[in-house]
């Protein structure tokens, strides 16, 4: 705090004392003695047309007091930093102001300097999360059948309500039942479910809305004007975000960031200081995904770690990125134009469908809360990034199901580190499924990095890698009898390429005599010219020998490379289709969206 002290203000008021003091009930925050006053103390709402945010709360509360309805026990709920406290103080006044009972109290009466100060006698702040036990409640409760010392009424702010143990809030219930008419009680909770209905019902109860980043941001530019001290817009925007809809929590951060920055308060000097993400890698990261591009997405996850960003930080911001990017697209107007990212955000919430921003939130809350669960951050985080894109919904589910199962992906799409067959079968098993599942299982293991080089760039299908072992080196068979070669096997093994290829894997073996092969196939266009005697060729390579080959058109009776190729795909599918299913995250995904897999989207790689 000593290098905060060059913002002293000579018009600062005196220190504030937080709270009257009783027994055992002191207050957790000791009374601050140095000069510099905190922001979030400095500026507290004295009155209700201060308080920011909670409108509807301070309508019904004003109209009360202005007919006189009041009850007798209020209980505000909202999460930390929305300003019930600011609130029970304000209605403290209000109730025991000078001028009488009024929504408007002065602010200048003994009473209402005093509240202010945290002075005044009949005002008794507790602190229930640290004052649980019962007898603690008895003594406060003795002292409340005596009439109030100074003011009209004794008015208790219990802090934290839902804390005290159920024997507490039995002492305290007999009270509420039959309050003295000179009590008061204010009670304040960020969990309200867990006060027992019996106190519940005995309360009238508001309920504190978080506050929103906007109105966050305009009422730091309030006391910032008044403060005299300059800020950039997005730096505000940034530490209202961080704030998480608390109000204390953003003047805290302020005071930070001005001590941080000295002088101007700076979006870079906030991004420092809260380990904020430079949202284009963010961006980058969404238009990598929108592309399907696995290579680059890898080289940002690259980026990222050189610059030693928070992984964990990146999956919150990419989170709220998301969020955003769904708010865009069902109520675009909810995006301020004055956000710098806005158009991003617009563009983005075009690129992507609803479902798939619904379900990339998800991903990322999951591979954010399970980074510490992971080897190591980046493993963790990679993960995430390639579940990210193996989930990037594409056409191939707008496909009839049917046409996607018999069609055979086409070559470019093949991984070329995934050889089509891994088998070595011997005779007499040529018209057995050829793979086993040891061929076919999908890879968890798999390591992030070495995904990233076989990402497959150009489809953009639900994806799990599936690994298969490279291809036995078998030295090369002497040319024998047409039933002791494995003529599928074989041809995977020569060196074809194009129709040749055709022509070797949609082909079945009718003889060998000698060096005198004949085949089979039912494409006609492959039956002579050049891809017969280019496989003619590779086959005199194979065997280093001339070998004469002779191809007969008709229908083939046994299994080809093609037909096992098939068989070996559906079975990578089935690996695929089940490790996909099997997977927790899935299984999590598919309950908690009552989704179910598109038939055949799951395409193994
Ligand atoms: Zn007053």
């Known amino acids: 705090m000593s290098d905060s002290s060059d913002f002293v203000s000579s018009e600062m008021p005196a220190p504030a004392v937080d709270t009257a003091t009783i027994g055992l009930f002191a207050d957790a925050s000791p009374v601050t003695t140095q000069a510099y006053q905190v922001l979030a103390r ?9 308080l920011v945010g909670q409108e509807h709360v301070v309508r019904a509360l004003s109209h009360a007091l202005e007919q006189q309805r009041l009850h007798h026990a209020y209980l505000f709920t909202g999460t930390r930093g929305v300003g019930k406290t600011t609130l029970a103080r304000i209605l403290a006044k209000a109730l025991n102001c000078e001028t009488g009972i009024t929504a408007h109290p002065c602010g200048q009466c003994q009473t209402c300097r005093e509240i202010d100060g945290g002075r005044f006698v009949d005002l008794l702040e507790v602190d229930a ?3 649980t036990r019962v007898d603690e409640m008895r003594q406060l409760l003795e002292n409340a059948v005596y009439a109030p010392t100074a003011g009209r009424y004794k008015v208790y702010v219990i802090d934290e309500v839902h804390m005290l143990s159920n024997a507490a809030f039995n002492a305290m219930l007999k009270t509420l039942e039959e309050p003295p008419p000179h009590i008061k009680f204010i009670l304040a909770t960020t969990d309200p479910q867990k006060i027992p209905v019996t106190v519940l019902s005995r309360c009238l109860q508001f309920n504190l809305k978080s506050m929103l980043p906007t109105a966050i941001v305009s009422h730091l530019q309030t006391i910032l004007a008044q403060e005299q001290i300059q800020a950039e817009r997005e730096a505000l925007k940034l530490l209202s975000h961080a704030a998480n809809g608390s109000m204390r929590d953003a003047l805290s951060l302020l005071d930070q960031a001005i001590a941080y920055s000295a002088g101007v308060v700076t979006t870079d000097a906030v991004q420092g ?8 890698y963010l961006h980058r990261l969404l238009a990598a995904l929108a592309a399907a591009d696995g290579v680059a997405l890898m080289a940002i996850a690259d980026e990222m ?18 969020q955003r990017i769904a708010l865009a697209q069902t109520i675009p107007q909810a995006i301020p134009e004055e956000w710098a990212d806005a158009p991003t955000i617009a563009a983005f919430a075009t690129q992507f469908s609803a479902e798939d921003i619904q379900l990339y939130y998800q991903i990322v809350l999951h591979g954010r809360n399970d980074l510490s669960l992971a080897p190591d951050e980046l493993t963790g985080f990679s993960m995430t990034l390639l579940r990210l894109l193996a989930f990037k919904p594409s056409a191939v589910g707008n496909l009839p199901a049917a046409d996607i199962a018999t069609t055979p992906l086409p070559k470019k799409v093949a991984s070329p580190t995934v050889p089509p067959h891994a088998i070595s079968a011997s005779a007499g098993q040529v018209s057995q499924p ?30 799990l890698p599936v690994v298969a072992p490279p291809a036995p080196a078998s030295a090369p068979l002497l040319p024998g009898q047409a039933d002791s070669i494995d003529w599928p096997t074989l041809v995977l093994q020569l060196n074809v390429t194009g129709l040749a290829k055709q022509l070797a894997t949609q082909s079945e073996l009718l003889s060998v005599q000698g060096s005198q092969y004949v085949i089979r196939t039912a494409a006609k266009p492959l039956s002579q010219g050049s891809p017969v005697e280019k496989l003619r060729q ?18 083939v009776q046994s299994q080809t490379a093609q037909h096992r190729d ?11 289709e089940q490790a996909i299913q099997q997977d927790p995250l899935v299984q999590g995904l598919l309950a908690e969206f009552d989704a179910t897999i598109v038939p055949n989207s799951i395409r193994p790689v």
């Open 129 to 131: 999360a640290t004052n």
């Open 566 to 576: 098939e068989t070996a795909r559906s079975e990578r599918q089935q690996a695929a």
């Open 42 to 50: 400095k500026w507290r709402p004295r009155d209700f047309s201060t």
């Open 434 to 463: 050829a793979a086993g599942p040891q061929h076919t299982r999908a890879s968890a293991s798999l390591s992030a990095q070495s995904v990233s080089t076989e990402m497959p760039v150009a489809s953009a299908t639900v994806a």
């Open 305 to 322: 770690t050189l610059r030693s960003l928070s992984y964990r930080q990146a999956l919150g911001d990419l989170a709220t990125l998301l």
């Open 538 to 555: 590779a086959l005199s390579e194979y065997y280093q020998q001339p070998i004469r080959l002779q191809v007969e058109v008709g229908e």
């Open 273 to 280: 200081m809260l380990g904020a993400i430079d949202q284009t």
